[in-house]
């Protein structure tokens, strides 16, 4: 749905590599496994310098601090 509203490419960062897949069946353009201690380094270098917007539907410290460094 963000996809079709936003009309952009969609990155999903989730611990549980069965969920980053259903992401990517689902129609998402990456996934990351935010756990990588690398992660936000490699995602602000794929992006060109991070993400526009990031949306944490956990709200744990882990996940707030991802989508903020992202």
């Known amino acids: 749905m963000a ?3 936003l009309n952009c490419e969609i ?3 989730d611990i549980d590599p069965a969920k980053r897949q ?3 069946d689902e129609g998402a353009d990456t996934v990351i496994e935010p756990a990588d201690k690398n ?4 995602l602000i270098k794929s992006t060109r310098g991070g993400v526009t917007g990031a949306i944490d ?3 744990s410290d882990r996940s707030l601090s991802f989508g903020i460094q992202a």
């Not at 992660?39 to 490699?42: P, Q």
């Open 3 to 5: 996809k079709a509203l």
């Open 22 to 24: 259903l992401a990517l």
């Open 39 to 42: 992660a936000v380094k490699a």
């Open 57 to 59: 539907f956990v709200g």
């Open 11 to 13: 990155i999903v960062a």
